[in-house]
């Protein structure tokens, strides 16, 4: 935690995590998301994961492990159908990710799609965060990252998984900044999070629309709020 930091600050962050169907914002579609969210003070609020049909080939099964039948047996909306309810998770909140500027592309490109231009949110990369602490180059994937501070126990590749990661590791980064950059990391995060919560968002309709996770799970939408403490129901084996 961060005593005194963030008292009053309202907001907080949202950890995005996409697997997609290939490496091109341009040309490939998102297949899976997952957000975990973060209030102020870093304490997980809920967490929300889907299934995407990407109205074409699913792209990398050999990373991602997800195949075309299994989008089609559990009935994955589309992302059209999902990005009402996932605008309003990330609304108001910290864009983070382990190289969120990649996350950012996919997620404009989708919004871009479906005529709605996706805002300059504030971000925050747990990757620059490891390069500030000296990793190489080739240490700096999350799976490295991770390893390297101690967070174990988590599911690559999978898009829950390594949100939960990218959650707990900018947990660790924020809370325990390297001596150098130990005077200006914390009021970074606090600045940010002010910015993101006076950011003006569009407005989508809602869309009834099920979040399906890897086991062909629906969840109940009333549980995949951000009021709820924390929604676990994908399972985050392979699919």
């Keep these: ?10 907001g907080g962050f949202a950890v995005v995590d996409l697997e997609a169907t290939g490496s091109s914002s341009r ?11 973060l209030d102020a003070e870093l304490t997980v609020e809920g967490e929300f994961s889907t299934l995407v049909d990407p109205e074409g080939p ?17 009935r994955a909306p589309r992302f059209a159908q999902i990005a009402p309810q996932l605008l309003r998770l990330l609304c108001g909140r910290v864009l983070v990710g382990h190289n969120v500027g990649c996350d950012r592309a996919f997620l404009a490109a ?3 799609r479906i005529g709605v231009e996706f805002p300059a949110v504030p971000e925050m990369c747990t990757m620059r965060m490891a390069a500030l602490r000296g990793a190489l180059p080739g240490a700096l994937s999350l799976r490295a990252c991770a390893q390297a501070a101690g967070v174990t126990g988590w599911s690559a590749h999978t898009a829950l998984g390594d949100a939960r990661a990218t959650a707990r590791l900018f947990t660790r980064y924020v809370t325990e900044p390297v001596e150098r950059h130990s005077h200006a990391r914390q009021p970074y995060a606090v600045g940010a999070v002010v910015k993101a919560a006076a950011l003006d968002w569009p407005q989508m309709a809602a869309v009834e629309a099920p979040w399906v996770g890897r086991r062909s799970t629906e969840v109940a939408r009333s549980r995949n709020v951000p009021a709820q403490k924390i929604v676990s129901y994908v399972g985050n084996e392979s699919a």
């Design 110 to 112: 989708e919004y871009a």
């Design 58 to 74: 699913v792209g990398p099964t050999h990373i991602h492990g997800i195949e075309h039948h299994h989008v089609l047996a559990a």
């Design 1 to 10: 935690m961060l005593p005194g930091r963030f008292q009053g600050v309202h």
């Design 27 to 37: 040309r490939n579609r998102v297949v899976e998301v997952a957000v975990v969210l």
